[in-house]
């Protein structure tokens, strides 16, 4: 692979900067101990996911363990784009080395932008959730991070639905699903943003995010009627 005298891959990050797919394949075993021995998942269209290559799965987001669970159901490992609040005490090291992603949300964060692109251009899977914070998980409100990134990287969208986190809370820990509770995870068809065109101007990235959350929502539709949720 070509690379420029400042040790960069053409078009991408510092390759050392790039987030560790080994340890993103630990976190997604951490994910399946969790996701399986805490709860009763149940896990729809996963091979809807492509293979190999790189793709986004832009994950609706209502829990704080939405991405543990997404981590551990998804049929490949990934680098979570993730707020720097999270990042406190040991937690922070601990991402770090099971390759996630930290952003700082005040700004354009272009250290964690470069490190993002890096896993698209390394053929990764990158996992966002569009909306940019927790809430109601109904994809109402998007960022324009998702259609800049798919945009630019060409990389296929993968909506993911994860439906019951914030049902039913825990009897001992309240802030956590109650344990052996259903929880459903469903993956829809993958999508590209763009127009074919190429462009990435700000009216482009604008259309490209009106059809993002067209197709985000009427996933999420779907599944709650898959799953009767």
Not at 148 to 172: D, H, K, M, N, Q
């Amino acid at each position: 692979m070509r690379r420029d005298p400042g040790g960069r891959e053409a078009g991408g990050p510092p390759v050392s900067d790039t987030p560790s797919l080994k340890g993103a394949a630990v976190g997604r075993r951490i994910g399946i101990g969790l996701m399986y021995g805490l709860w009763k998942p149940r896990v729809l269209g996963a091979w809807k996911v492509p293979a190999t290559g790189p793709v986004i799965l832009a994950v609706n987001h209502s829990h704080n363990i939405d991405g543990p669970m997404v981590m551990g159901t998804a049929p490949r490992p990934l680098h979570f784009l993730i707020k720097k609040e999270a990042y406190v005490g040991p937690l922070g090291p601990f991402l770090d080395r099971i390759g996630q992603v930290k952003v700082d949300r005040s700004g354009a964060d272009r250290g964690a932008i470069s490190r993002a692109l890096g896993v698209l251009d390394n053929g990764g899977a990158l996992g966002i959730f569009p909306e940019g914070t927790r809430g109601e998980g109904d994809f109402a409100s998007l960022r324009a991070g998702l259609a800049y990134f798919a945009v630019r990287s060409g990389a296929p969208i993968v909506p993911v639905a994860v439906l019951g986190s914030t049902e039913r809370s825990g009897r001992v820990v309240k802030a956590l699903p109650r344990l052996k509770s259903r929880v459903d995870i469903v993956f829809g068809d993958a999508f590209d943003a763009g127009d074919g065109s190429g462009r990435r101007t700000r009216t482009a990235l604008d259309q490209a995010t009106v059809r993002i959350q067209d197709r985000l929502t009427a996933h999420l539709a779907d599944a709650k009627r898959l799953t009767g949720r």
